[in-house]
């Protein structure tokens, strides 16, 4: 087998039809298969996969029960892959026309590779403009903390199973950002991560304001823990305190001026970067990190 194909699952069943449906109208000469990890969903969508039993290449359903998690489910899935390499996708997201080959073909001659993203085919035009500078449409991201390393959301990565196996997989103690943590320990362990813009992952955002606020506020939590564990000096202490203060200031100054849906989804996130910062200081022990930039409208 020379490619898996791994969906972590947990109450997708509004979602996977389309991710599937998709993956149904992929071709690619090498075989490959496609496995729906379900991590304890409760919902139809173990049905709705069923539906595709068939009409998607090797198909099958593995269970992860033994408790939630999408590090867990994805370890889950590589445990029971036949493939030689690994791409991961998410039951909210889709693949984008030739995704398939192009993923597949990249993972012949590169040991780990990121797709491009898309935000405007799953999302609501504000969102989709709030998402138009996204690093991942034109190249990796980037932490601008030490090590100060590329990464890529974990629904977007490709890796040879050797070396997903020789890292370890993705740290299930890590209930956000296990993606960031995982590419930074592939670059690492040596090997080197690779855009490739031919794969397209069309990238659903979390529907209204609170779930994405909870989304946010998790990522800054666990970019405090990562900074932490990886950083010699990133402006410890009172200067990092005191920048912190500084963009409560300018965010709270800024509410007025939020007239716009876009604005206040621009307005959101940078409070829920700053409310989960403020938890991970206290959780972990250490200062805040502020954000490159200042918030804005």
Not at 118 to 139: C, I, R, V, W
Not at 213 to 237: C, M, P
Not at 270 to 292: C, E, I, N, R
Request: proline share 4%; with cysteine; hydrophobic share 40%.
């Amino acid at each position: 087998m020379k490619l898996s194909v791994i969906i972590p699952c947990y109450n997708a069943a509004s979602t996977i039809g389309d991710l599937l449906k998709a993956l149904a109208g992929e071709t690619w000469a090498e075989p490959w298969e496609v496995i729906v990890v379900d991590n304890r969903s409760d919902d139809k969508s173990v049905e709705v996969v069923e539906q595709y039993l068939g009409k998607v290449p090797g198909l099958r359903v593995v269970k992860a029960y033994e408790r939630r998690g999408k590090s867990y489910a994805r370890n889950t899935g590589v445990a029971a892959a036949k493939g030689d390499a690994i791409a991961f996708c998410d039951a909210d997201d889709m693949v984008g026309a030739g995704w398939l080959k192009a993923i597949g073909t990249a993972l012949e001659s590169m040991d780990c590779v990121a797709c491009r993203v898309d935000f405007t085919k799953l999302n609501e035009p504000s969102l989709a403009t709030q998402h138009a500078y996204h690093e991942q449409h034109h190249g990796l991201q980037k932490a601008w903390y030490p090590p100060y390393l590329q990464h890529a959301g974990g629904g977007t990565l490709g890796i040879k199973r050797a070396i997903h196996n020789q890292i370890g997989g993705f740290d299930e103690a890590f209930p956000a950002l296990q993606d960031t943590d995982y590419c930074f320990r592939v670059q690492l362990a040596g090997y080197q991560l690779f855009w490739v813009s031919e794969a397209v992952i069309h990238v659903r955002c979390r529907p209204g304001s609170t779930a994405r606020f909870h989304q946010i506020r998790e990522w800054a939590l666990y970019n405090v823990l990562l900074s932490k564990r990886h950083s010699v000096d990133t402006r410890k202490g009172v200067v990092a305190w005191k920048e912190y203060v500084k963009n409560w200031i300018r965010l709270l100054e800024l509410l007025p001026k939020v007239r716009t849906k876009l604005a206040w989804n621009r307005w959101m996130w940078y409070f829920g970067w700053q409310v989960g910062v403020f938890h991970g200081s206290l959780k972990f022990h250490t200062s805040p990190l502020p954000l490159p930039f200042r918030p804005g409208v």
